[in-house]
């Protein structure tokens, strides 16, 4: 088992940064490969983010290229996203999860979830 817990979210005005935490407690942590999700009201959980087991694979989602960073400290048992330029349709709860070895923009092959942290971003 691998629990998480996110922490960092909260309300920002848009363009602000944000950086969310995922601290994992469990199982070894660098055998799992780490992603980050987002949900707004009434939409699909969506793929933001992930990162490889040893962190030299990245990818991310197209609207979030270039303004947001996903990186890992395997000694801490941290995955981390830092959000930057933020526009207020990333408003949702931000949600990591974590998958055995592989990576993958699919919320349906994580394993383990935290329990979410709300992001706002007001105009």
């Known amino acids: 088992q691998v629990q998480l817990v996110e922490s960092g979210g909260g309300l920002v005005q848009a363009g602000g940064s944000l950086r969310l935490s995922c601290t994992a407690s469990?199982?070894?942590?660098?055998?799992?490969?780490m992603g980050w999700f987002r949900q707004a009201p009434g939409k699909e959980r969506e793929f933001v983010a992930s990162?490889?087991?040893?962190?030299?694979?990245?990818d991310y989602a197209d609207s979030v290229k270039g303004r947001f960073a996903i990186s890992r400290d395997n000694a801490k048992n941290t995955a981390n996203l830092q959000m930057n330029s933020l526009k207020p349709e990333d408003t949702a709860v931000y949600y990591c999860?974590?998958?055995?070895?592989?990576?993958?923009?699919?919320?349906?092959?994580?394993?383990?979830w935290g329990q979410g942290t709300q992001v706002t971003v007001s105009s």
């Open positions: 999860a974590a998958r055995a070895f592989r990576v993958s923009t699919s919320a349906g092959e994580y394993e383990y």
């Open positions: 469990g199982r070894t942590f660098n055998s799992y490969a």
């Open positions: 990162i490889s087991w040893g962190g030299g694979s990245t």
